[in-house]
């Protein structure tokens, strides 16, 4: 059975930052896609980046392109979110999600297996 467990949320005021971190166990992700999602409330969950993880390519969501990081450690099992300048709106609780092999779509029911969630907030 694939968990995955995220960590690193906190409430952080605007433009300051914070790292996420998601460690999976159960499963060796080196073949598969890893995303991070978010929730805010009353709102949809939608997606936030994604990593191949065998080959690093990374894909965002314009809302964070150029604030927002993902990476991987293939060792450790652990795929991560670096937030920088961070806004009020990205408050939200943040999921880590996986998908066998490669995923190009972001749509939430595209992934397999989901963590439990990390709230962020940012206040203004």
């Known amino acids: 059975q694939v968990q995955l467990l995220e960590s690193g949320g906190g409430l952080v005021r605007a433009g300051g930052s914070l790292r996420l971190s998601c460690v999976a166990s159960g499963r060796t992700f080196s073949r598969d896609t890893m995303g991070w999602f978010r929730q805010a409330p009353g709102k949809e969950r939608e997606f936030v980046a994604r990593?191949?993880?065998?080959?690093?390519?990374?894909y965002y969501a314009d809302a964070v392109k150029g604030r927002f990081t993902i990476s991987r450690d293939n060792a450790k099992n652990t795929v991560y979110l670096q937030m920088n300048s961070l806004k009020p709106e990205d408050t939200a609780v943040y999921y880590c999600?996986?998908?066998?092999?490669?995923?190009?779509?972001?749509?939430?029911?595209?992934?397999?297996?989901w963590g439990q969630g990390t709230q962020v907030a940012v206040s203004s």
């Open positions: 990593i191949i993880t065998w080959n690093g390519s990374t």
């Open positions: 999600a996986g998908a066998r092999g490669v995923v190009l779509s972001t749509a939430p029911i595209a992934y397999d297996y």
